[in-house]
């Protein structure tokens, strides 16, 4: 079993920053891959972003490319996600999710594919 915990969110004003990160915990090794997703009320869950534990490969959502940036820290089994120049639009519950991954490349967008799932952390932008 692996687990999942989010921290880093909150409020923002327009234009700012934050980082979000994810520590992993339980039977971790490189054989998965870590995702970003975001979730309001009423909407389906969208990827924002996905990294193969390897670090060979990464994953954005068009709509966001540009804005954020995912990186990940073996030794200390944690993923990160750097987002810039936010806007009201990007106010969600963010989850950290981790899929199996058979190839080093292999970094999965669809959230079916995600095994295990964070519990999120709230991120408001405001005006």
């Known amino acids: 079993q692996v687990q999942l915990v989010e921290s880093g969110g909150g409020l923002v004003q327009a234009g700012g920053s934050l980082r979000l990160s994810c520590a992993a915990s339980?039977?971790?090794?490189?054989?998965?891959?870590l995702g970003w997703f975001r979730q309001t009320p009423g909407k389906e869950r969208e990827f924002v972003a996905g990294?193969?534990?390897?670090?060979?490969?990464?994953n954005y959502t068009d709509s966001l490319k540009g804005r954020v940036t995912i990186s990940r820290d073996v030794a200390k089994n944690t993923v990160y996600l750097q987002m810039n120049s936010l806007k009201p639009e990007d106010t969600a519950v963010y989850y950290c999710?981790?899929?199996?991954?058979?190839?080093?490349?292999?970094?999965?967008?669809?959230?079916?594919?995600?095994?295990?799932w964070g519990q999120g952390t709230q991120v408001t932008v405001s005006s």
């Open positions: 990294i193969n534990w390897s670090g060979f490969s990464t």
């Open positions: 339980g039977r971790t090794d490189s054989a998965y891959g």
């Open positions: 999710a981790a899929h199996y991954s058979l190839y080093t490349n292999h970094v999965a967008v669809s959230a079916n594919e995600y095994v295990y």
